[in-house]
T-cell receptor, first 111, second 114 residues
Framework: DGGITQSPKYLFRKEGQNVTLSCEQN?????MYWYRQDPGQGLRLIYY???????QKGDIAEGYSVSREKKESFPLTVTSAQKNPTAFYLC??????????FGSGTRLTVV | DQQVKQNSPSLSVQEGRISILNCDYT??????FLWYKKYPAEGPTFLIS?????DKNEDGRFTVFLNKSAKHLSLHIVPSQPGDSAVYFC?????????????FGGGTRLMVKP
């Protein structure tokens, strides 16, 4: 059953720590994306990748890093440079130009 | 500058009545529009879409209308059901947009009261 999997569902980070959010898809999609959603806010693009070994910054890339070593995987690292990391993070993938498939999200909380 | 706007952050409707969610866009290059539905702590799921060559697309209780001259689209849900209570995101794409990028609106929270 094809889909896109994000893990973990909940993640807690201490101040000054880097954490990595996992995103894996078995849909054979070329493009993958990371979005952030804050309470009462829309979806803001962090990074996206159209092809393996290539990725581009989105609107709010500061304090984040990504890699795309495999077509199936697009992990997001939230670094200590991200000053307000508490949010709901969504990963998505697409093949056609006409829509995304989203994962179920990871809620990151700074403690 | 927001290219896709949903000016109503929330909407409350009685069960069985019509829900109308609105979306405005500014980029005239957008030619494909989608609506996504999102429950709390879950990822958005695709609901319905429309191409700019059409002005209406219907799928069961859901109908999307597109007014290109006004750069406005709306989602109609008839009849509304309590299970429709969720956040609805409007999204737009341009044919020549590299990377299959979607631009999202800020979302509208729909509450359907029994």
């Amino acid at each position: 059953d094809g889909g896109i999997t994000q893990s973990p569902k909940y993640l807690f980070r201490k101040e000054g720590q880097n954490v990595t959010l996992s995103c894996e898809q078995n849909l054979n999609h070329d493009a993958m994306y990371w979005y952030r959603q804050d309470p009462g806010q829309g979806l803001r693009l962090i990074y996206y990748s159209q092809i393996v070994n290539d990725f581009q910054k989105g609107d709010i890339a500061e304090g984040y890093s990504v890699s795309r070593e495999k077509k199936e995987s697009f992990p997001l690292t939230v670094t200590s440079a991200q000053k307000n990391p508490t949010a709901f993070y969504l990963c998505a993938s697409s093949r056609t130009p006409w829509g995304y498939t989203f994962g179920s999200g990871t809620r990151l909380t700074v403690v | 500058d927001q290219q896709v706007k949903q000016n109503s952050p929330s909407l409350s409707v009685q069960e069985g009545r019509i829900s109308i969610l609105n979306c405005d866009y500014t980029n005239s290059m957008f030619d494909y529009f989608l609506w996504y539905k999102k429950y709390p702590a879950e990822g958005p799921t695709f609901l319905i879409s429309i191409s700019s060559i059409k002005d209406k697309n219907e799928d069961g209780r859901f109908t999307v209308f597109l007014n290109k001259s006004a750069k406005h689209l709306s989602l109609h849900i008839v009849p509304s059901q309590p299970g429709d209570s969720a956040v609805y995101f409007c999204a737009a794409s341009a044919r020549d947009n590299a990377g299959n990028m979607l631009t999202f609106g800020g979302g509208t929270r729909l509450m359907v009261k029994p």
